[in-house]
């Protein structure tokens, strides 16, 4: 490979929750009163951000700008809006995107708020697939809206599917008009087919829902599958969707904060717009302005490529290591993510234990994983396996060895 994704990058004091919370002795979020037993090093495999440098492009964009001895007011140039669109073009099969469709977010999560206040009153119902990130609800709770779960359901094949029965009869019982899409889905994983899409997006017309779409995961799909935007369906759907992305999750860059958002319909545009304005903190950042024309390159492509590769190899490992080891974990192959969602209901019932006790033994053993139960899975463990492939092959050992025994 031309790019390096093996090293063990040494990421403690270096601005990195991921390692220096558990570091410090907080357990990456899990539990407060578990502690990494002596002997073993951390291997941090909780909160999404990635153990991966980013491209090269990134850092020479940002020592170059950081270079000249100026930082005041600015405006995005031209070169911002043509690499997002180049981006969307090359990337989803993206047509008719313009500069004035785009605009700057501080955080995706910010756009999600910005979205529901122009299409919520204070009281209403927003609703959404779950098992669902945990932004989404603190988004909703925080600003006085009520969430409405439309649980998400496997076939046969362990996939998960979207439950259109239920999702209908709770959007017309409960007059919903906003709902909250995550495509790809956090933290399923799953990459959803343009026929899920369109028939999702037939209800909520057929009921005038308007849907914010989370599309941060949209880089981060497998060999072979590709993402498909909201806004491509029809064009009812692009008039009807705020939809949210960001270079963060694909390129590493979450701490440099620079969202977008691509609204098509004029109205909904410049209220979500005006909403943002606001607050007088959603303003973009020069140096994550330069980063993400760095990403939306050529090489931030080529590199992309090989990630996904790494990516794919260490859920093969994975997924193929929980079927042979760890009897009672189930798990599906993820499609556009980095993160595993493992459902350990089974195991705890045949071992006579509880999900607390299993996750804190993981912690205990320096494999810093994530409680479950605030994306909705009642005994789940989140696990993020963007990092080098010798340490996701020493978590699942460690693990093998003092966790699921």
């Known amino acids: 490979m031309k790019y390096d994704f093996t090293t063990i990058m040494d990421r403690l004091g270096k601005d990195a929750i991921a390692v220096d919370a558990p570091h410090s002795g907080v357990s990456g979020g899990a539990f407060a009163d578990a502690r990494v037993k002596d002997g073993f090093s951390i291997i941090p495999m909780w909160v999404a951000d990635m153990n991966f440098a980013t491209v090269p492009t990134v850092p020479q964009a940002i020592a170059r700008r950081a270079a000249h001895p100026a930082y005041g007011y600015f405006q995005p140039p031209k070169a911002y809006y043509d690499s997002i669109i180049r981006w969307h073009e090359q990337n989803y099969g993206v047509t008719g995107l313009t500069a004035e469709c785009i605009g700057h977010e501080n955080g995706v999560l910010g756009g999600v708020v910005s979205a529901l206040r122009i299409l919520c009153q204070p009281g209403d119902s927003v609703i959404l697939q779950s098992p669902t990130y945990i932004g989404f609800t603190h988004c909703a709770e925080d600003n006085g ?6 649980p998400l359901i496997q076939d046969e094949n362990g996939v998960w599917r979207i439950d259109y029965e239920d999702l209908e009869e709770k959007v017309s019982r409960l007059n919903i008009h906003a709902a909250i899409f995550c495509s790809p889905h956090n933290p399923s994983g799953r990459v959803w087919e343009p026929w899920e899409i369109e028939k999702l997006m037939d209800i909520y017309k057929k009921y005038n829902v308007y849907v914010i779409s989370d599309e941060i995961w949209a880089d981060l799909t497998m060999p072979g599958v590709r993402h498909t935007p909201v806004q491509m369906i029809s064009e009812d759907a692009r008039m009807r969707t705020i939809a949210l992305y960001a270079p963060s999750k694909t390129f590493n860059l979450a701490g440099l904060v620079g969202s977008y958002h691509v609204i098509y319909n004029p109205y909904l545009r410049d209220r979500v717009t005006k909403a943002g304005a606001a607050t007088h903190y959603n303003s973009m950042n020069m140096l994550s302005m330069h980063a993400l024309m760095a990403a939306y390159s050529d090489e931030g492509l080529e590199w992309l490529e090989e990630l996904r590769q790494v990516l794919k190899e260490n859920f093969d ?10 009897k009672g974990v189930k798990t599906t192959r993820p499609e556009g993510t980095y993160m595993l969602f493992l459902d350990c209901t089974q195991w705890c019932l045949e071992h006579h234990t509880d999900i607390d006790t299993l996750q804190r033994s993981g912690v205990e053993a320096g494999v810093i994983w994530q409680d479950g139960r605030p994306f909705h ?29």
């Open 377 to 405: 899975g009642s005994c789940h463990i989140r696990m993020n396996l963007a990092l080098p492939h010798s340490l996701v092959v020493e978590a699942f050992e460690r693990l093998r060895k003092y966790v699921f025994v």
């Open 317 to 326: 490992y994975a997924v193929s290591y929980i079927q042979k080891y760890f």
């Open 145 to 150: 809206w009520n969430f409405v779960l439309n």
